[in-house]
């Protein structure tokens, strides 16, 4: 039976994670947030004071890359995540736990690392996987591709509302400048740059509510698991 890969990508708080977590709910799909991914293991090369020395201590960080001991919980109320079996859900969504992410996601060896991994998410009946490049890299035979963007300034609204919504105290200027710095060592990385596939679907959701997100994305999947 051929698993059926609907892939997002975009740049961070364009509303990837949740419309990606409504779709899998929709179409009884398994979910990846490979992004929790590069973030988990943005946290344990810190927690072993690796990270600043990624390059020296390359070996090293890819053996844990490989090995990293994390567990996607489903639970009524969302998905715990574990690292080294502690329950780091909320601690990988905070603004330090993405830059961590991000230094980790500039290097090749590390995304190669964490490429079977991903792919092992690609289950019957199908899979909804979120990220950068999933539709570029890592399930290029993806039935569909959707691409949702949203202007800077709009995510960094969104975002100082979800992270207040965690009780955190943030400014506005701040989510904004850490927005721009990660769309652009995003998008300039030489290796699997975030940029829509050449087969996808482009939306930007500066201007639209996720109802309206939603009902654009099952359209157009509808239509492509059709085909
Ligand atoms: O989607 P996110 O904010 O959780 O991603 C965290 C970081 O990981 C972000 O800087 C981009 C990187 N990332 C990536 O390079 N490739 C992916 N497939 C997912 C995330």
Redo the contacts with the bound molecule.
Sequence with gaps: MTVQIITIDGP?GSGKGTLAAKLAAHYQFHLLD???L??LLGLSLHQQDLLDCLDSELEQCVKIATNLDIKFVTTESGTRIELDGEDVTQTIRTERV?EF??KV?VVPELRAALLERQRAFAQAPGLVAD????ATSIFPEAQAKIYLTASAESRAERRVKQLQAMGLDVKINDILANIQA?DK??MERTV?PLKPAADAYIIDSSTLGIDEVFKLMTTFVDQQLAN
């Design positions: 961070s490979s992004g929790a590069y973030r993405g992410a991000s996601a990220g950068r490049d999933m990660r060592r995003d699997a």
